[in-house]
């Protein structure tokens, strides 16, 4: 990440504690758009989108996040039912309430993918996929023949492809960079091969799915064979461990 000046310069902490090597660092806490007020300058901008009248608003249930690395941070927050957008080179936060003319209820995963100007919210509420330019544009939604049943986390691959864990679907649904849906992955550890409850996503730089269930259990997938490396749970380590 850019050097953006905004470290906390009272709060000193890393994980794993010396004398174990350091991999990370607490650099500050985002709740709103206090964090960047400055009362020397009369304030900073901080807007909707959606055209309404200026004000702030806090952070109230954040669930999903996404970064650039160059000091834009985007987080969905259900309580408020909106995106925060914290722009942290500029000073500034705004807030998006809308996907196109469709007012936003629940955002809960997000997912980023710089290369193609995208970011994709799932809302768990009215059961969509939106897709946003950086600016919060909206560039339509995704779709599957039956519908998600609870779309939540999200990841997006290297090749584009974007994975989303659809809760109670049982399934992680896979899209191609152009929003066409190519197929669903599931664990073979519940009837029908469903997973119990997927929630949560992340890709690693080889490709690999890690899933998280809200079983307490953990899946590294293949994701171009859709095959399980290796699953876990609390207390048990399963197949290929």
Not at 10 to 32: H, S
Request: no cysteine; aromatic share 10%.
């Amino acid at each position: 990440m850019a050097d953006l000046g905004w470290q906390d310069p009272a709060v000193d902490k890393v994980w794993p504690t010396p004398p174990e090597t350091p991999r990370i660092r607490y650099l500050r806490t985002l709740t709103g758009a206090g964090d960047f007020r400055d009362e020397s300058k009369q304030g900073r901008l901080f807007r909707w989108v959606t055209g309404e009248k200026e004000q702030t608003v806090s952070l109230v249930s954040p669930y999903g996040v996404a970064a650039d690395g160059e000091g834009r941070v985007w987080i969905t927050d259900t309580g408020t039912g909106l995106v925060h957008f914290f722009d942290l080179n500029k000073g500034q936060v705004e807030y998006w309430g809308q996907a196109g003319k469709q007012a936003l209820v629940s955002p809960v995963g997000i997912a980023l993918d710089l290369g193609r100007d995208r970011l994709y919210v799932s809302d768990s509420v009215l059961n969509k996929v939106f897709v946003l330019s950086l600016d919060g544009e909206s560039r339509g939604q995704l779709e599957l023949p039956d519908g998600f049943g609870r779309p939540a986390g999200m990841a997006v691959g290297p090749q584009g492809n974007l994975y989303v864990a659809d809760v109670l679907g049982g399934r992680v649904e896979v899209f191609s960079p152009s929003g066409e849906h190519r197929s669903s992955l599931g664990s073979g550890v519940a009837r029908g091969g469903e997973f119990n409850r997927p929630a949560n996503l992340w890709v690693d730089p080889a490709g690999r799915l890690f899933v998280v269930d809200n079983s307490a259990n953990m899946y590294a997938i293949d994701a171009a064979s859709g095959e399980i490396a290796w699953e876990y749970s609390i207390g048990t380590v399963g197949k290929g461990s």
